[in-house]
């Protein structure tokens, strides 16, 4: 029997496969320092498991609409100036709140622009779209504006920013954001932003979201999650925010697709949004001590570009691979052999360099670290 062309143009993630490979390691007893997944280590706040269980004692079991409750949609648009509940979809994690993006906005053959080194999920997400990612180099990590640009064609429907970002946490400054938002309007291309890691900026640095460009929203697509800005990762709860001609369309997606997010779960992230706002910064805090500490072991070791957001570092090991290692061979051996697991770079697109979690505790990250220099 044969299967569609488009699941066989597409790739496992890699992130799942490798993480898959530490699960089995893990249950067969074997000690693992994981530094591979992007997982915060906080506990999700017992506010919000309360809010959880209350909403099942309290039967909050059946389907709800298929794009939200309204009183999660309408606290979410406070964050936006201008929108309100009708400019808010909530779906099941950042994840799927990008796929359906590309769902629909691309037709076959239609290309979309995407910075590299990139999320896993990012290519092959417009491949299952019928489109096709271009994949554009970015300079220390930062956008290169001028290769962006010499990659659009008459193709180009998209350009995907995601900042801070998976896997190297650069973040994109305002000059660099107002040439892209350029770019749009002169190519009339969408703008898709992942913004799922924006509470997590240091150094005094803030956050710019391409929200702030009220010229451009007719054409742009903001996504962000309620998994790490809250430590909900198996919540699944993420939204998109955009024009409410574009809400319509993903919701007619989502009705086809999963109908509505689990309806408890949602009432779970409402309670999120009323947390004091202590407990965030407290968590940023402790994530930006981590990241010095993890940044100056990694300089010891790698070439390696300091982090101004998210929780990860993005090292080049290519000076310390022996001639013919990848970077997947030396993450697999790191693992088998040391029990650490980082994640290879092949995984996002650019080979020679590793991506290492730091929002772990510290004992952890600390000895990770050590087992890595023993095993350089």
């Known amino acids: 029997m044969k299967l569609s062309q488009r699941i066989q143009n597409s790739t496992e993630s890699e992130t799942t496969r490798f993480s898959a490979r530490v699960q089995e390691l893990t249950a ?4 693992i320092i994981n530094l591979a997944v992007g997982q915060p280590q906080f506990d999700t706040p017992a506010q919000v498991i309360a809010a959880t269980v209350k909403a099942l004692e309290a039967r909050k079991t059946k389907y709800s609409p298929v794009g939200g409750i309204a009183s999660l949609k309408a606290r979410l648009a406070q964050q936006f100036d201008g929108y309100d509940g009708d400019n808010i979809i909530i779906t099941n994690g950042a994840k799927q709140a990008l796929y359906a993006a590309f769902q629909v906005i691309c037709d076959p053959h239609d290309e979309v622009i995407v910075p590299r080194p990139c999320w896993v999920s990012f290519p092959e997400q417009v491949k299952l779209a019928g489109g096709r990612p271009v994949l554009v180099d970015t300079c220390n990590h930062q956008l290169d504006c001028d290769a962006v640009a010499r990659a659009i064609g008459p193709q180009t ?13 650069a973040v994109y400054p ?3 954001l107002e040439k892209i938002v350029r770019l749009a309007q002169q190519h009339d291309l969408y703008l898709v932003a992942d913004e ?9 640095l803030k956050s710019e979201s391409l929200f702030q460009f009220e010229q451009i929203r007719d054409r742009l697509i903001v996504i962000r999650s309620f998994s790490k800005h809250f430590n909900m990762t198996g919540f699944r709860v993420g939204y998109i925010a955009t024009d409410s001609f574009i809400i319509s369309a993903l919701t007619r997606l989502q009705s086809h697709l999963t109908g509505n997010v689990c309806t408890f779960v949602q009432h779970g992230a409402l309670s999120a949004l009323d947390l004091d706002e202590q407990l965030p910064a407290a968590w940023r805090r402790e994530l930006e001590t981590k990241r010095n ?9 790698f070439d390696c ?20 290692m990848t970077a997947l061979a030396f993450a697999t051996h790191l693992l088998e052999d040391t029990g650490v697991a980082v994640m290879p770079g092949e995984a996002f697109g650019m080979g020679g360099h590793i991506r290492i979690c730091f929002a ?5 990250l600390v000895s990770g ?6 095993a350089l």
């Open 28 to 31: 067969r007893g074997k000690r």
């Open 157 to 169: 429907r998209a350009i995907v920013i995601n900042s801070p970002n998976n896997p190297t946490g």
């Open 174 to 176: 305002k000059t660099a």
């Open 196 to 204: 799922s890691y924006d509470l997590f900026v240091y150094d005094g």
């Open 293 to 301: 500490l993890a940044y100056h072991r990694a300089a010891e070791l």
């Open 305 to 324: 570009i300091r982090p101004h957001g998210a929780f990860y570092l993005f090292p080049d090991i290519s000076g310390q691979l022996k001639a013919g």
């Open 360 to 364: 772990v505790a510290e004992d952890k």
């Open 369 to 374: 670290f050590d087992k890595i220099a023993e």
